[in-house]
Every structure is written in structure tokens, then in C-alpha cells.
């Protein structure tokens, strides 16, 4: 079917191998939004790579690396790690084969300079982001939901639990929220009820990403 048709049609563009095109996308919200589930989905649906900040970082540290022992305390602590640090293990990340049908961050990026340095990175690509899909979710849900985590896990992360969370929630609104603007003025910013179930907030995205490559 041609292009026409098949937009006339609302059905999504497909590429020569019958697969949805590329998508770059960041899944924005606070700690316990419910990111890295949602991005796990889309990675296995869309078989675009998911790249969790946090995720490698916290190998960094089992690894016991020199990096990992500089980390463990800040993550600890529910600081953020810095900027230089993140800016080039994601840049390391999405150069890779593996990011080259596209990619979902979660976790990244959590300041306006990192947000920079993407925006820079994927120029130097000829490559760009997609979608911004931020997850809304009320403050005492979050402090819930980690709990559930916490147990879940059985302390499996050291950074999920109540005191430190209360700092995670302050720095993602002093220095990660600040990002949101940066993305508005670009019209990318697509925010979804993340109070809703885990199925719900899954098809709303879906049904975002459907439209956009209907468009
Ligand atoms: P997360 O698993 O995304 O909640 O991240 C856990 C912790 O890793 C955060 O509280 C930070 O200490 C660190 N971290 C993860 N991503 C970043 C990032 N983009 N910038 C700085 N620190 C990060």
C-alpha cells in the first residue's frame, strides 16, 4: 500500500523488513513513575533498546570497580552522579550496533546539561529523539510503590527506601524537572496518568506512539 493509503488508512508506516521505523525515546517522571517497567515493554514490542542509567550504574558498583566505589555513596545517598560520568557511558551506549533500530532511555537524562549533551551527541549522529513520555504519578503513590519494590526485592537496592527516596523526590524536582522546558520547545513532551495500571499506562503509550507514526 502506498504511503497515502496506508496514513489515509491510520495504520502505522513500515519500513522494507515490515518493521515499525526507528523511535528514539526518553521515559521521563520521578523515581517509582514506573519507567523502567514501561520501557521493558517497549523494548521487547518494538525490539528498540532499553537503557537504563541507573541499571548500569548499579553493575558498575557489584563490580567493584574504582568507578563502582566513587558511585556507591552517591547512589546511596539518592544524589545524582555526575553529569561527566553519565554524559559518556550513554554516549558509549547508544553508538553501539545494539541502539541501532532505536532506543529507550530510562533514567537519562536527569539535568539540563545532560539533556544538552544528548541533544549534541544525536546531532553529531544525524539522529534525534522522538518522544519524551512522561510519567505522572502523585507523591504518596510513589513512596507506596517503592515500598512494594523494597519488599519485592528484598533490599536489592540500597537507595529504596523511605528516607532516601524523600531525597530522590527533592532532587528530581530541583534538578531533573528543570529538564521538561528544554523538550517542550520542542514539541516532544507526551504526558500519560501514571496512577493508572500497569496494562492502562502501557496501551496509552502505545496508542501515542501508533498515532505518531500514523501522523
Ligand atoms: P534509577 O534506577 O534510574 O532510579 O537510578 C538510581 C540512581 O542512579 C539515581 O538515584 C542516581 O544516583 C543514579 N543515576 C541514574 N541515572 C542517572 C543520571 N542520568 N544522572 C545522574 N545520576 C543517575
Known amino acids: 500500500m502506498a504511503p497515502d493509503a496506508a496514513k489515509a488508512k491510520g495504520q502505522k508506516k513500515v519500513n522494507k523488513t515490515g518493521e515499525t521505523p526507528r523511535m528514539n525515546i526518553i521515559m521521563f517522571g520521578p523515581p517509582g513513575a514506573g519507567k523502567g517497567t514501561q520501557a521493558l515493554r517497549l523494548q521487547q514490542k518494538h525490539k528498540i533498546k532499553q537503557l537504563s542509567t541507573g541499571d548500569m550504574l548499579r553493575a558498575e558498583v557489584a563490580s567493584e570497580s574504582a568507578l563502582g566505589r566513587t558511585i556507591k555513596g552517591i547512589m546511596n545517598a539518592g544524589e545524582l552522579v555526575s ?3 553519565i554524559i559518556e557511558l550513554i554516549g558509549n551506549c547508544i553508538a553501539e550496533p545494539e541502539c541501532e533500530r532505536g532506543f529507550i532511555l530510562d533514567g537519562f537524562p536527569r539535568t539540563v546539561p545532560q539533556a544538552q ?3 549534541d551527541m544525536l546531532g553529531h549522529m544525524g539522529r534525534k529523539i522522538d518522544h519524551v ?4 504519578v502523585d507523591e504518596e503513590a510513589l513512596l507506596a510503590r517503592i515500598q512494594t519494590r ?3 526485592t528484598k533490599g536489592g537496592r540500597s537507595d529504596d527506601n523511605a528516607e532516601v527516596l524523600k531525597n530522590r523526590i527533592e532532587v528530581y524536582r530541583n534538578q531533573t524537572a528543570p529538564v521538561l522546558p ?3 520547545q520542542q514539541g516532544l513532551l507526551r504526558y500519560i496518568d501514571g496512577m493508572r495500571a500497569i496494562d492502562d499506562v502501557t496501551e496509552e503509550i502505545e ?3 501508533s498515532k505518531a507514526q500514523a501522523a
Open 83 to 85: 553529569d561527566e560520568i
Open 117 to 119: 549533551a544528548l541533544g
Open 133 to 136: 513520555l512522561v510519567l505522572e
Open 150 to 152: 523494597a519488599e519485592q
Open 182 to 184: 528544554y523538550y517542550e
Open 207 to 209: 496508542a501515542i506512539l
